[in-house]
């Protein structure tokens, strides 16, 4: 279902993976890239936030139960394989958790160079941009 930019925008901030993800995503992902849309994933860097990992955080705990991780990452055969189940699912959760811990400990323990929220202020200047930009106004 899309989104409206301002809905879109007011999920981004708030860290939301799903639609965080496009921002992130390897372009030869990408379906549909239009110039404003270029634009947003530009200013990719305004969304990041140590409320947006506390998100990714929640999202991978839920989703480390099920059979495969439906995140963009670079490690993308390995996680083919854990699918076919090429690799032992306990060593993976064993790295998945120890990972989990090392982000929560620069989180906790404030060594993490990531704002404590997104740039509400800059983000909500260039939805304004765009929308006048996109309606002629």
């Known amino acids: ?31 549909v890239v239009t110039p404003l849309g270029e634009e947003l994933r530009a200013m990719r860097k305004l969304f990041m ?24 990452i670079p490690e993308r055969a390995r996680v083919l394989a854990l699918k076919r189940d090429e690799v032992p699912r306990e060593d993976v959760s064993a790295e998945i958790g120890r990972i989990e811990a090392d982000v929560r400990a620069l989180l906790d323990e404030g060594r993490t160079p990531l704002p404590p929220t997104a740039d509400h202020e800059a983000v909500t200047r260039w939805a304004v941009s765009a929308h006048r930009r996109q309606w002629r106004w």
Do not use: C, D
């Open 1 to 31: 279902m899309p989104y409206s930019l301002a809905k879109y925008l007011r999920l981004a901030i708030k860290g939301n993976p799903t639609v965080m993800l496009p921002l992130f995503a390897p372009p030869e992902s990408l379906i």
């Open 49 to 72: 936030s140590q409320q947006a990992v506390e998100r990714f955080l929640g999202y991978v705990h839920s989703q480390h139960g099920q059979s495969h991780l439906p995140l963009p």
